[in-house]
């Protein structure tokens, strides 16, 4: 039987850092107007001068188009998509929609060159889709300077993108890690578990110290227990140490909060090393196509929360925003990996993007910079292709992140990903 459970979870403080103008209300300044909490005083003209009718709207994409995580590429494809779907309607308010794309092979140094390409050559309205939190640590500066929204960035790091008060301009497309290990706890407790002994592994990055913290936060007051850590390099070309480090410690939930490449490794070396427990990856590795289908029935049990519908998943293949799905990207992207969860995501952010922008363009101002992200700041929509029924919203420091709801979902090889709880609220 299904059992539904509401988690209450604070949300990370948000930055104390103080900004002038923070409340909500009008911002002005040479060139233009916009309304709205994100503050402007400091924002160049043009970042308040609203584009020209009949001009394209350009949105700015940096991300992997080759190296080892160029199945990301996907997520660009699809909002491409999306965009051609939408010109072939009209476009927004009469304005085309184009998509600028630009490899940065998931290296730090090629994405900074890429944004500021896109904000001083290509004179992008808004960017997305940002992967990776070094990659959007080392871009923000540039976002901030030009008042250039830097929308639906694959980060988990809430003080970078879900902290509106000292980033005003960037927004995360992953909840926080530190809710994601919150959730995890609890999922164990309302799937029956007394307790049990815990190890966390993640991906040698900024994201390891918020979900140890997270884990650590949600187990006092249980009967859980973080028994040790493990961290893998993100080019680590083996994970053996990794198991031998967690297996030492007799676990009985081993959580892994790594990114989409150590998934299976870490999963199909667990289970040779004869480990019967729980399994829980993060959302960073819940597609089917890429991280479990390949290991077969080794992945079988392993949980996942998830906030968008895999087009992979045989259980929600006839569902009608599936469907959709599938027509909008055989049309217009047909070189595009429909099976693949990087291409749902994209298909989300692009159809969400164009919700950001009609709301902009009924503002006061119209539809420049600081209005994108003043609509972006409130947006309160449903999630496309996600969990039925499923609402996002933000609103400003009140609520930073848009992942309102989520799904935890179960993986059996030849079924798919199957409820194992109704949605679960964040609130």
């Known amino acids: 039987m299904m059992k539904s459970f509401t988690k209450m979870i604070a949300m990370c403080a948000v930055g104390a850092l103080a900004m002038t103008g923070c409340a909500r209300g009008d911002s002005s300044s040479e060139g233009g107007t916009a309304s709205g909490p994100v503050p402007a005083d400091s924002c160049p003209a043009d970042a308040l001068a609203a584009v020209l009718d009949g001009e394209p709207i350009k949105i700015g994409v940096s991300l992997a188009q080759s190296g080892p995580l160029a199945v990301v590429n996907n997520i660009a494809q699809a909002i491409d998509a999306v965009f051609k779907e939408a010109n072939e309607a009209g476009g927004v308010e ?21 944004v500021r390409e896109l904000i001083d050559s290509e ?129 009985d939930v081993v959580l892994l909060g790594t990114n989409t490449t150590a998934c299976p490794p870490l999963i199909t070396g667990l289970r040779r090393a004869d480990f019967g427990g729980q399994i829980i990856v993060n959302n960073t590795c819940a597609a089917m196509k890429s991280n479990f289908m390949p290991i077969g029935a080794t992945a079988n049990g392993v949980q996942v929360l998830t906030v968008t519908d895999d087009p992979a998943n045989p259980v929600t293949a006839e569902d009608p925003e599936m469907l959709q799905y599938r027509e909008t990207l055989g049309k217009f992207a047909p070189q595009a990996d429909v099976d693949s969860s990087y291409t749902a995501g994209g298909y989300q952010i692009g159809k969400l993007m164009l919700d950001v922008l009609e709301q902009a363009a009924g503002l006061d101002g119209g539809l420049n910079r600081v209005n994108v992200m003043n609509a972006a700041w409130t947006i309160d929509t449903e999630i496309p292709i996600g969990p039925d029924g499923a609402k996002t919203s933000l609103d400003w420091v009140n609520d930073p992140n848009w992942r309102d709801e989520v799904q935890l979902m179960e993986y059996q090889h030849g079924e798919g990903l199957k409820s194992v709880v109704d949605v679960i609220s964040i609130n």
């Open 94 to 114: 009469g304005h085309p929609l184009e998509l600028v794309v630009k490899d940065d092979a998931f290296e730090t140094a090629r994405a900074v060159t890429n």
């Open 123 to 251: 004179q992008v309205t808004a960017m997305v889709a940002q992967v990776g939190t070094p990659l959007v640590a080392a871009t923000q500066p540039f976002a901030e300077e030009s008042c250039t929204p830097q929308l639906w960035t694959a980060t988990g790091v809430s003080d970078i993108a879900a902290n509106p008060e000292a980033h005003p301009f960037t927004t995360a497309n992953l909840m926080p890690y530190e809710t994601e290990a919150a959730l995890w706890i609890r999922s164990l407790t309302e799937s029956g578990r007394d307790g049990g002994r815990i190890v966390l592994v993640t991906t040698d990055d900024d994201r390891a110290k918020v979900f140890e913290q997270g884990v650590r936060d949600a187990v006092e007051g249980t009967n859980f227990e973080l028994v040790g850590t493990e961290q893998v390099a993100a080019a680590a070309p083996s994970v053996t140490a990794q198991i031998n480090g967690a297996m030492a410690q007799n676990p």
